[in-house]
């Protein structure tokens, strides 16, 4: 089954924007590609997913690859709500979710 | 909008002791999903029910087993639970299971689960 690779955890300032890569080089032709953020004593929160091209929501911005091998959440503006652990997630076509170990955001007043 | 919903949130078990997770929710969602979450780790998927009727296996289901009551509830059962099985398990659901796989996925809040 395909996997993911993030960095264990990333800073950034408040009001700033943020980058969060992940890599997935062995991604299928059919897996989707999603993003889920999870707050301390919380479920998973849905933020974006994609397929082939980037996409846009009112929480973020998702940029995938031309060959989908790796792809970039974007947090446009940094809030203190917003430091949470991102899952980066392949679906196969059974819906079922691939879970990594995340990246912690740690967002800095 | 109770999304979904799972009881108990804390349990705390002897080895060897059997337990039933609830879980329920309110979207008309036809799938849903059990997870386990260790420390420091991502979820990892232990059975999941793609509609009502069916079940299926994910990457962790031994020690378990899974009844899909009706559309609304799956329940997850520990029939002699061991201290490996000490974690948190969330409960999940999707409107719908591929081919398309670009259903979002709705969580509870989870079950925190400790066997000692």
């Known amino acids: 089954d395909a996997k993911t690779t993030q960095p264990n955890s990333m800073e950034s300032n408040e009001e700033e924007p943020v980058h969060l890569p992940c890599n997935h080089s062995t991604i299928s032709g059919t897996d989707y590609i999603h993003w889920y953020r999870q707050l301390p004593s919380q479920g998973p929160e849905y933020v974006i997913h994609?397929?082939?091209s980037n996409v846009n929501n009112r929480m973020a911005s998702l940029a995938i690859a031309e060959d989908r091998k790796s792809s970039t959440l974007i947090l446009h503006r940094a809030t203190l709500r917003d430091a949470a652990v991102y899952y980066c997630i392949l679906s196969n076509t059974g819906n079922q979710f691939y879970f990594g170990t995340g990246t912690s955001l740690t967002v800095i007043p | 909008n109770a999304g979904v919903t799972q009881t108990p949130k804390f349990q705390v078990l002897k080895t060897g002791q059997s337990m039933t997770l609830q879980c329920a929710q309110d979207?008309?969602?036809?799938?849903m999903y059990w997870y386990r979450q260790d420390p420091g780790m991502g979820l990892r998927l232990i059975y999941y029910s793609a509609s009502e009727g069916t079940t299926d296996k994910g990457e962790v289901p031994n020690g378990y087993n899974v009844s899909r009551l009706n559309k609304r509830e799956f329940s997850l059962r520990l029939e002699s639970a061991a201290p490996s099985q000490t974690s948190v398990y969330f409960c999940?659901?999707?409107?719908?299971?591929?081919?398309?796989?670009?259903?979002?996925?709705?969580f509870g809040d989870g079950t925190r689960l400790s066997i000692l």
């Open positions: 994609g397929l082939t």
């Open positions: 979207m008309n969602h036809n799938s």
């Open positions: 999940a659901s999707s409107l719908l299971r591929g081919p398309g796989s670009n259903q979002p996925q709705h």
